[in-house]
């Protein structure tokens, strides 16, 4: 499993230029869909479909809140077919707080969080440890439970 965590402006190109093997994500986190979250989400999936040597063949999951099917309907409108079919399988979840996702050997947990009405912020867990991801918010006591 690679794991991206929101994907705004510049997420990309920031992956190449540290050596970060972005063509092999399998799964991109989107914590709600504010541009600097969501910005670069376009380029990523043009990317995987015109700019590799070899076609992507592997499948994509894109996690996020409610509404994340209807954001890449948008973006599809906006900026091309290419982004409902990116020429290999996409997946959409959408989360809701308290959801479950099973992502490879990890498990994905969503909780809400007070910055937009969508706002999600995730806990990862797996054998090797938890991480917590939380986007932007506002205070939460709930966020360090």
């Known amino acids: 499993m690679r794991l991206l965590f929101d994907c705004g402006a510049g997420a990309v190109h920031h992956l190449a230029r540290f050596g970060a093997p972005w063509s092999r994500l399998t799964h991109v986190a989107l914590t709600h869909f504010h541009l ?13 479909r015109y700019t590799l040597a070899e076609p992507r063949r592997d499948p994509l999951t894109i996690i996020g809140p409610a509404g994340t099917t209807a954001l890449l309907d948008r973006l599809a409108e906006a900026h091309g077919p290419f982004v409902r079919e990116p020429g290999f399988p996409l997946t959409i979840h959408e989360l809701r707080d308290g959801d479950r996702l099973q992502v490879g050997d990890a498990l994905l947990i969503a909780h809400a969080t007070p910055h937009t009405e969508a706002s999600l912020a995730y806990r990862l867990e797996a054998a090797g440890g938890v991480i917590g991801y939380t986007g932007d918010t506002g205070p939460s006591e709930a966020l360090g439970h």
């Open 36 to 48: 600097d979250h969501v910005g670069d989400l376009p380029m990523l999936l043009f990317a995987l």
